[in-house]
């Protein structure tokens, strides 16, 4: 008996000390990946020359042009899904108009709640959030049927239409609010 607990106790030691390491190895790659991901994002709801992260009650980067004037901002942000949060990059210019909406994270069903995520054939973004570009804060309403004013649900995926346009709505409402303010 005791043999098998010490044959037991040295594999699992083995197993710890391998997981250990290659976590060791890939953490500061995922890392590289994961910036590399924000980048592209950032550029995708806001094109800009430079970004600069800005942390106080809301965190956002703000974009700047060549002139290192200030031409929006990128909020992360996230709604409640179906599977879990779905986690969000919106971009907003100076005119208060939404420039892009990117997911980076979810969990939704596929075939039904990843719609929000999914790209056409011969298409370079997803419909869904196509439809976000140059609308006003205001016009930001979720709606079941054909419209070309606000934003048209997905079909079999309502809780993942409004959880994105939830998150969208609150957030870069929330962050106006407090951008007045100052």
Avoid at 100 to 114: A, R, Y
Avoid at 122 to 129: D, G, P, R, V
Avoid at 155 to 177: E, H, M
Wanted: charged share 20%.
């Amino acid at each position: 008996m005791f043999r098998l607990s010490m044959s037991l106790f040295a594999v699992a030691l083995i197993c710890a000390l391998t997981l250990a390491l290659i976590y060791q190895k890939t953490a500061p790659v995922i890392e590289q990946q994961k910036q590399m991901l924000l980048e592209r994002s950032l550029q995708s709801v806001l094109p800009a020359d430079s970004y600069q992260k800005k942390e106080g009650e809301i965190l956002y980067y703000e974009a700047k042009n060549a002139e290192s004037n200030v031409i929006g901002w990128a909020l992360p942000l996230s709604g409640k899904g179906y599977g879990g949060n779905i986690q969000l990059l919106v971009g907003v210019d100076t005119k208060e108009n939404i420039t892009g909406v990117q997911v980076l994270e979810h969990s939704e069903t596929p075939g039904l709640g990843s719609k929000i995520n999914e790209i056409e054939y011969k298409q370079t973004e997803a419909k869904f959030l196509k439809q976000f570009k140059g609308r006003n804060i205001q016009d930001v309403v979720l709606i079941k049927g054909s419209t070309d004013k606000n934003i048209q649900a997905i079909t079999g995926a309502t809780i993942s239409s409004k959880a994105v346009v939830a998150g969208v709505r609150q957030g870069v409402d929330g962050f106006l609010k407090s951008q007045r303010k100052k």
